[in-house]
């Protein structure tokens, strides 16, 4: 996590600096090399022509980001918006599977752009969460309240439902000022704000100053170093003996557990545990506005249906109290594939079986799962974390609320039913008279029939007809793997969603659906896509008519 963020200069970077060119839709963006020095020059038909030095580079376990300065004004174009120092987010992203650039942004749910324009200020944008910041400064809304502004970094328990908050106590007004004017002091902005003595008025003034002012001289270290997780550890730096500890250690403030963790009796090392790791991974991106089991973000949000959001879903989930993130996953290096894999195995279930002993007994564990005990059907993962994220590869990941496929919410909100995962041939009427009948539910059927349009629809191809994009990726992504007859033409239409993510999704899928490589360049408008699209399909139906393609 470390390589998390990078100064340009002396990074070891995989993006080609070699004077490429990445084109999209009408404008073009090269990437060239002069000594230590990187260079992004983007030729747009809608926003002029830009130079911009590399400063930071972000990411580099999936994919490279980068932020820049203007260095020369346009040949034509628009005139510069910004401060020359200010470090803007470039518009292109290098991803590594497969090599390739893409539109910076399309690894979340934005909607299609018009064309390549550098945005988003890097210190106000992505400094905290690719850094190690200093943790009173990712605090400061949740201790003002709900008339605090939103700003990056924060801490978001208000995106949890209410009786899963943590709470922040203030145990020393006086201190908390005093610290706050400290805060203002270091981020430069000694004036009369810094001279407030009110907790309200402090911290606000904090706040605005943080969103503007907060740059990289403050940070703690450049990428995600031990302090981002361990806070300073004096103790543990003077004695190597003693362990770092997770909790916050301050004269003004502390973190009271929530009711859900006080009646599950959590322990401190566990909340800890999994707070830390939801500092960062917590998100929900892009201001899409749908979550799953059917909520909304600015409403009653639901669990995140992309990667970076999974220790928030797995606050909500059921196992939360008692199982850490570190229990699967190592917080120290990218985990091992070996251990991933094992996990998805009958033997993986080892880590449920330490609080759900009475599983370990094959005849229970078969009774319970409605499958064979030595099968992927009985391993906990595959029902309780099913895979329907949408991950960084294209590629579904798992989701980390931990919960049961049988729950109403899922069944009777979301789509597609996630026992359709797997039993990718089953109807919406045979799986849900199956969960009825194996674990004595019930479910509404004209909730059923809202989202399908009828129980006999498949699930998937349904969700793909109906469903929110979210959703549709999902479906694609599991009719590509099964390799679903009546699905390339549905999948193929995909290709023009309205958000450009899913266009990637559905192109993987193609590619399974008659294997062979689907080559429709995304990177233009919507017409050039379909009329290539078309051609792609002619091609393969050709082939297939032929007999020289599955």
């Known amino acids: 996590m470390h390589r998390m963020t990078r100064v340009a200069e002396t990074a070891d970077l995989r993006a080609p600096f070699d004077g490429r060119t990445f084109r999209f839709k009408e404008d073009a963006v090269k990437l060239t090399r002069a000594a230590n020095d990187r260079f992004v020059a983007i030729s747009s038909r809608s926003f002029g022509d830009h130079v911009y030095r590399v400063t ?80 009173f400064s990712s605090l400061l809304g949740e201790l003002l309240g709900p008339s605090a502004p939103g700003y990056q970094g924060e801490v978001v328990d208000r995106l949890l439902p209410r009786q899963r908050r943590a709470a922040l106590s203030i145990t020393s007004e006086e201190d908390l000022v005093r610290a706050a004017a400290d805060e203002l002091r270091f981020l430069s902005r000694e004036d009369v704000a810094a001279r407030r003595t009110d907790v309200p008025g402090a911290l606000a003034a904090l706040i605005r100053a943080t969103k503007t002012g907060f740059d990289a001289s403050h940070l703690v270290e450049i990428g995600i170093g031990c302090e981002s997780c361990h806070g300073g550890s004096r103790q543990h730096v003077a004695d190597v003996k003693q362990k770092p500890s997770f909790a916050i250690r301050s004269t003004f403030v502390q973190v009271m557990p929530s009711r859900w963790e006080i009646a599950k009796r959590a322990t401190s090392e566990v909340r800890s545990i999994n707070r830390t790791c939801a500092r960062c991974h917590q998100v929900l991106f892009s201001r899409y506005p749908f979550t799953w089991e059917g909520g909304e973000r600015n409403g009653d949000a639901g669990g995140s249906h992309i990667s970076s959001g999974e220790a928030r879903d797995f606050l909500l989930g059921g196992c939360t109290t008692a199982l850490s993130c570190a229990a699967c996953h190592d917080p120290h290096a990218a985990d091992a594939p070996e251990k991933l894999r094992f996990l998805e195995t009958s033997s993986g279930n080892a880590v449920c ?35 329907k994220n949408m991950g960084l590869g294209y590629n579904l990941t798992r989701y980390h609320r931990i919960g049961s496929p049988t729950d109403r919410a899922r069944v009777e909100e979301d ?74 033409l549905p999948v193929a239409g995909q290709l023009v969603n309205r958000y450009p993510l899913v266009r990637y999704f559905a192109r993987e899928a193609l590619e399974k659906l008659v294997g062979r490589p689907c080559d429709v360049n995304l990177d233009q408008d919507d017409a050039a896509i379909q009329a290539e699209a078309t051609r792609w399909l002619a ?5 297939i008519a032929a007999g020289r393609a599955p």
């Open 353 to 387: 079986l330490r609080c759900h002993g009475e599983f370990e007994e094959r005849g229970k564990l078969a009774q319970h799962s409605h499958h064979d005990p030595a099968g992927a059907g009985a391993v906990c993962i595959e029902c309780h974390m099913p895979k």
């Open 56 to 135: 930071r580079v972000i990411g580099g376990r999936y994919r490279e980001d980068f932020a820049g300065v203007e260095v020369a004004e346009a040949r034509r174009g628009a005139p510069v918006l910004n401060s020359a120092k200010d470090e803007l987010i470039l518009p292109v992203t290098f991803v590594y599977s497969p090599p390739s650039f893409r539109l910076k942004g399309y690894s979340v749910m934005v909607g299609e752009r018009p064309g390549l324009k550098a945005g988003g200020i890097w210190n106000q944008t992505c400094i905290f969460c690719h850094n190690t910041a200093p943790y």
């Open 415 to 488: 789509r597609p039913l996630e026992c359709a995962l797997c039993h990718a041939d089953k109807s919406v009427g045979e799986l849900v008279g199956a969960m009825e009948r194996f674990w004595g539910k019930r479910y509404d059927r004209e909730k059923l029939v809202a989202l399908y349009g009828e129980l006999d629809a498949s699930p998937l191809l349904a969700t793909l007809a109906r469903g929110k994009a979210h959703e549709q990726a999902t479906a694609i992504h599991v009719l590509g793997e099964h390799r679903m007859s009546g699905a390339l």
């Open 539 to 543: 091609s393969v139906r050709s082939k």
